[in-house]
């Protein structure tokens, strides 16, 4: 399949989600929580929430297990969270289907699925985990400036030394 055909595919895939969830802006209803991707969300405006409160509503654990390179490539899985596990399985959904597949066992898609897979984690780690951090240590910053003033890094670098 072409590169146009997939992101075309999964340009179809999220326009069916969003109009599942009957919104364009979703996400979880639960009180801090910050989910708001498609793929972790489910229910129907106005009753959304993530798998992860989801599944603890219904007495399931919120982390599940993963198979990092597809089932048909390894037995293998890593736990990992609910609202994670929901959006790299849609990312599994952008390989090639041959090496999701994997129908005669060939080793070199079993070892191209193991680099998509780790890849597509690495991926949850960085857009979804470091990604966010430096908006809000500089949200913070400016936050300590208004509350201690322009220079507080020197009050708490004294703090920090004690008496």
Not at 63 to 68: I, Q, R, S
Not at 135 to 141: A, F, R, S, Y
Request: proline share 9%; glycine share 6%; with cysteine.
């Amino acid at each position: 399949m072409s590169v146009q055909a997939r992101r075309r595919d999964e340009r179809v895939r999220l326009e069916d989600r969003l109009r599942t969830l009957g919104t364009r802006d979703p996400r979880c209803l639960e009180p801090g929580c910050l989910e708001r991707d498609p793929y972790a969300l489910t229910g129907t405006f106005p009753a959304i929430v993530c798998y992860e409160h989801q599944a603890l509503a219904h007495g399931r654990p919120w982390l599940e297990e993963h198979h990092v390179a597809g089932r048909h490539n390894s037995p293998v899985k890593v736990p990992i969270p609910g609202n994670d596990h929901e959006v790299t399985k849609e990312l599994q959904l952008r390989w090639p289907q041959r090496t999701l597949r994997n129908p005669d066992g060939s080793p070199l898609l079993r070892a191209a699925a193991a680099v998509r897979g780790w890849s597509d984690v690495m991926r949850i780690v960085l857009d979804r985990v470091v990604e966010p951090v430096p908006g809000l240590l500089e949200d913070l910053d400016a936050w300590l400036r208004s509350v201690l003033g322009e220079r507080w890094f020197e009050a708490f670098e004294q703090w920090r030394r004690g008496p």
